[in-house]
């Protein structure tokens, strides 16, 4: 699915007006209509709605809002906001609308004048301002957000379209915004939703489709992206009949150090259930019956270390050697132990096939920024936050932190993610795809160990670097919310994501066959 900037939703809206028999008035009943039907589903009747308008289009659905609760015999006034010395045209329409209808529900609230207490349990419907917000919010428009804020503990709040304030495209850090409890959104994500700095603003955000022109939204590229079931489906390729385990690949794991040999476990259960054909782990010496007992179905090399590995290197000892593995995970809790480093170092001399490099490897490219040119193209680095901040350095914001991510994939030709609610997965050509799967359940220690397997999994079975990402990155979101939905977000453990892999591949396998 495509995330539209705040200009191109603007362009899709003129061209559906343009080419089809809808009006821009139609549209914005549709849109309301939807709105409505949202609020009908999820508040009772006997609910007290508060709808504040501002005098654009986002003002112009609060006040269709409005009459069409009225209709379903809910009590909602709007209160309409003179932050501006003109109203949009729908908005003047559905006024006249409502004041044809029901002229005792408007209010209008003159620039600087107060705001009504909402009675108990009252729903606050912000359509303040929408995606045509043009500057940051100051001065009365400010603090009228401010005053709803402050009613956030005692009511909830719903944004139409997008939480007044908050910009689309650009980071609002450190700006008046709405605090949502829910944001009903029209046809698209916008990037602003998918930013870990605007979670208190936001709140869950329910996409309501409102039939915008399929032609436009086909021809239109666009940079940032979300992974949807059907592009997953098309990536998934089932397995033939008459494969046999040299069709999957043979990967190489690089993980585990004293104390840390669960990281190891996990990543190679997850590799294992993803489907490798052959996986060998290279552990240190402590871990060996670890491993042997936990995963049986691995092969494993011993290092000369009991509590580290340093001798991984003498797997790939020229480029000949490199064609054995299809392909090498390395990181998890492997430690950063000088001789750790060192045999990183020589690794990288000879084997040049994309690899998937995470935790204390990604540690070590970052106190070593000359080996991150050494990374083989095509390559998956997968940091958290912290990770990304150690690589690459800290940003001021989320918006410039994706620009970092993203310059780093496009320079290097690597496909790095950035781990979090939304995942966002950067790749050489400048895009930038967000993964909507998962859930704070998997905010526990091991969850990023599994997605390690899982990528490597793939990438030795011969996904593209770029598949690999999308689908591993998915199908790791897929696992935790069967996780959780099965043993709860507090109770599941990374290893509950390893077991309900195979649930996620079944559930691909049927929307294959629908
Ligand atoms: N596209 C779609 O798919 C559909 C879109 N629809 C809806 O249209 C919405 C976009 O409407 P829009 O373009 O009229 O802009 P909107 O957000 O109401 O704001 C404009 C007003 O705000 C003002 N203003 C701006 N910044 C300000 C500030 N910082 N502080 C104070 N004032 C500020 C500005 O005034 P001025 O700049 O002149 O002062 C003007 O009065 C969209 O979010 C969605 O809800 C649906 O109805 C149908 C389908
Ligand atoms: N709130 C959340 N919603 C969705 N996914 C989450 C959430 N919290 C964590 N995750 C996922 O769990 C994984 C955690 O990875 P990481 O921090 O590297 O864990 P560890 O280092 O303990 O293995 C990431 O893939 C991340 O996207
Ligand atoms: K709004």
Same mark, same amino acid.
């Given at each position: 699915m495509k995330i539209f900037t705040a200009q191109q939703i603007r362009e899709a809206d003129a061209y559906t007006i343009r080419q089809t028999p809808i009006s821009s008035l139609d549209l914005m009943e549709k849109a309301a209509i939807a709105c409505t039907a949202w609020i009908c589903r999820h508040y009772s009747e006997y609910t007290p709605v508060y709808v504040y308008c501002g005098l654009g289009n986002n003002g112009g659905d609060g006040l269709a809002i409005t009459r069409l609760l009225r209709n379903r015999g809910y009590d909602a006034h709007a209160y309409v906001l003179h932050h501006s010395s003109k109203a949009s045209a729908d908005h003047t329409a559905n006024r006249n609308a409502l004041q044809q209808q029901y002229p005792s529900a408007i209010h209008d609230i003159p620039e600087n004048g107060l705001l009504p207490q909402p009675d108990a349990q009252a729903l606050i419907v912000d359509a303040i301002l929408g995606t045509g917000l043009s500057r940051p919010v100051e001065g009365w428009t400010a603090a009228v957000i401010g005053q709803l804020n402050d009613l956030k503990a005692a009511h909830e709040v719903v944004a139409i379209d997008i939480p007044s304030g908050l910009q689309a495209d650009a980071s609002s850090l450190n700006t008046t915004v709405i605090r949502a409890d829910h944001t009903l959104s029209f046809e698209f994500y916008k990037l602003a939703f998918l930013l870990p700095e605007n979670a208190t603003f936001v709140g869950d955000i329910c996409i309501l489709p409102i039939d915008l022109s399929p032609d436009y939204i086909a021809q239109t590229p666009s940079r940032f992206h979300i992974t949807d079931a059907l592009q997953i489906k098309n990536i998934y390729r089932p397995r033939k009949p008459f494969s046999h385990k040299g069709t999957f690949g043979h990967a190489l794991l690089i993980a585990g150090s004293e104390g840390k040999m669960g990281a190891a476990v996990l990543s190679a259960k997850a590799c294992l259930r993803t489907g490798v054909g052959l996986l060998s782990c290279h552990i240190p010496g402590c871990g060996y019956d670890i491993i042997q007992i936990s995963s049986p179905g691995a092969m494993c090399f011993i290092d000369e270390q009991k509590d580290h590995s340093s001798s991984f290197h003498t797997h790939i000892p020229n480029a000949e050697a /490199? /064609?054995?593995?299809k392909t090498i995970g390395i990181g998890p809790g492997l430690g950063t132990a000088a001789g750790t480093c060192w045999a990183f170092e020589k690794l990288l001399e000879h084997f040049h096939q994309p690899m998937v490099i995470d935790a204390d490897a990604l540690n070590i490219l970052g106190s070593s920024p000359a080996m991150l040119d050494k990374i083989p193209p095509g390559s998956l680095l997968t940091p958290h936050p912290k990770e990304f901040e150690r690589l690459f350095g800290k940003t001021a914001n989320d918006v410039e932190r994706l620009e970092l991510l993203s310059a780093n994939a496009v320079k290097r030709k690597l496909n790095i993610l950035l781990k979090g609610r939304y995942t966002a997965m950067a790749f050489p050509d400048g895009s930038i795809w967000f993964n909507t799967t998962g859930n704070p359940g998997m905010a526990t220690g091991g969850s990023g160990d599994v997605l390690t397997g899982i990528l490597t999994s793939l990438l030795a079975q011969g996904y593209t670097p770029r598949e690999a990402m999308l689908m591993g990155v998915w199908l790791h979101g897929l696992s935790g919310d069967h996780a959780a939905a099965e043993r709860s977000e507090e109770a599941m453990i990374a290893e509950d994501i390893v077991e309900f892999l195979g649930k996620s591949f079944l559930e691909l396998r049927r929307r294959l066959s629908c």
């Open positions: /490199a /064609a054995k593995y």
